[in-house]
């Protein structure tokens, strides 16, 4: 028998799983999510009742192929399905992608994704485009399996696009445990900012009355601690520790299902993320995704910390949008989407007045509520060390003026309130940005 590392997710496939609050069965639009030792002979079984009398295409590339994929084409083979393997010689997540996808798939009526980012995104957004169903058998560890939105590029810009959810997610860990360690540190790092974005997003909700749900952070709890106390044994490829990695980056993924929003983990380090890609251009060091966010969240997770230890509230000022320098560091058309952004969120003199008022009157309770959902720096810092992810722009390779540029100006780029504004209104992010090396 092998063992079964769902826990807390097979209770929400079965519909069994209740939220504490509310006493109600939570649904999820994800037909079957497996998590185990090995899925090895089981494959036909858990695709049958999700793609019946459909001819599926395989898509992986040449290393998922040996790594997973030929396994699975096969099975699926004994199990009577027609197969076309399509091994994808070029994968690229971009829209041009997508269309060569689309166009080597164009027999089949469903598709079978092994593979992890590009495949993963490719295979969900062309079978959105075509009405088909697909499901997918990662080969590392990653959020983007159990999300409906895909990530394509259009002429060099990178989208997060709604599209659907797989039928099914099937994790073998005896896999997904032997991908390159540096996916695994980058899956880990994308996950340590669950606590940096709930403080980010409640304390939005508690500013300004924006929508905020607990659920995705009820889930996240299971696991978090054990994870992190275990981050080593992921460099050793451990079922238990990746068992735990894999079910925080499902919860993780299905939180954009649960709230129709990103926010539950994507606020002030994404934002900062984002602007490296963005806007590195050629300073960009190749880092990843996830590489980027574990940096950014380390930084995000200092500055909540210094700002909520404070013993009286930082006085905001009025949001300075500076349009000119914002045309001239962003060109005209990012320029004003972003002054778009800014303006959204912007705090005007009377606003500015009442957030401060409330401060004043509410501070200690407004710390203590966010404290409770914050994390020591030094927590984050620790695990990261464990596993031997980077932790500073240094280590990930970007130059230093660019990174000061990243943290005071990467709250521009979207309407979302979180600690950077703050700092930013407060005229303290400046002096934050240039400590930050
Ligand atoms: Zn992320």
Not at 101 to 107: D, W
Not at 192 to 212: E, K, N, P
Request: glycine content about 8%; overall charge negative.
């Amino acid at each position: 028998m092998t063992k079964d590392y769902g826990g807390v997710i097979n209770e929400l496939v079965a519909g069994r799983w209740k939220h504490p609050q509310t006493g109600k069965a939570v649904a999820i639009d994800i037909r079957s999510i497996v998590i185990k030792e090995t899925i090895e002979g089981l494959e036909g079984q858990l695709i049958y009742p999700l793609h019946r009398k459909e001819k599926l295409g395989v898509i992986a590339d040449k290393y998922t192929y040996e790594a997973l994929g030929r396994r699975v084409a096969s099975a699926l083979r004994s199990e009577g399905f027609a197969i076309e393997e399509i091994i994808w010689g070029k994968p690229i997540s971009t829209i041009e992608g997508v269309e060569e996808l689309r166009h080597l798939s164009r027999h089949c009526d469903g598709l079978i994704a092994v593979g992890a980012g590009t495949i993963n995104d490719s295979v969900k957004y062309a079978t959105f485009l075509d009405k088909k169903r697909y499901s997918v058998f990662p080969t590392s560890p990653q959020n983007a399996y159990t999300t409906p939105t895909a990530s394509i590029s259009f002429d060099g810009f990178k989208k997060s696009l709604t599209a659907h959810p797989p039928q099914g997610v099937f994790f073998d860990l005896s896999v997904v445990s032997r991908c390159p360690i540096r996916l695994t540190r980058s899956a880990f790092a994308d996950v340590i900012c669950r606590t940096t974005a709930q403080v980010d997003w409640l304390m939005s909700h508690l500013l300004f009355g924006t929508a905020y749900r607990r659920l995705p952070y009820i889930l996240l709890a299971y696991d978090e601690d054990a994870l992190f106390d275990n981050a080593a044994a992921l460099k050793s490829g451990h079922m238990e520790a990746f068992g735990m990695l894999v079910r925080i980056c499902a919860i993780m993924g299905l939180g954009t299902c649960f709230t129709s929003t990103t926010h539950s983990g994507s606020m002030g380090e994404h934002m900062m993320s984002h602007y490296i890609d963005m806007f590195a251009g050629d300073r960009h060091p190749g880092s990843l995704h996830g590489e980027q966010v574990g940096v950014t969240a380390l930084t995000m997770s200092r500055l909540q910390n210094q700002i909520l230890r404070r013993r009286s509230p930082p006085a905001l000022a009025p949001t300075r949008i500076d349009e000119g320098a914002m045309y001239a560091r962003y060109g005209q058309e990012v320029g004003q989407h972003c002054i778009q952004q800014l303006q959204r969120k912007a705090l005007d003199r009377e606003e500015a007045d009442r957030v401060n008022h409330f401060l004043e009157e509410n501070w200690e309770r407004l710390a203590g509520q966010l404290g409770e959902v914050m994390l020591p720096t030094e927590r984050l810092w620790q695990a990261m060390e464990e596993i031997g992810a980077p932790k500073t722009p240094r280590e990930l390779g970007l130059p230093q003026d660019f990174y000061r540029e990243v943290v005071i100006h990467s709250r521009e780029i979207r309407d979302r309130y979180t600690m950077l504004d703050v700092a930013g209104d407060a005229e303290m992010l400046e002096a934050f940005a240039s400590a930050c090396g």
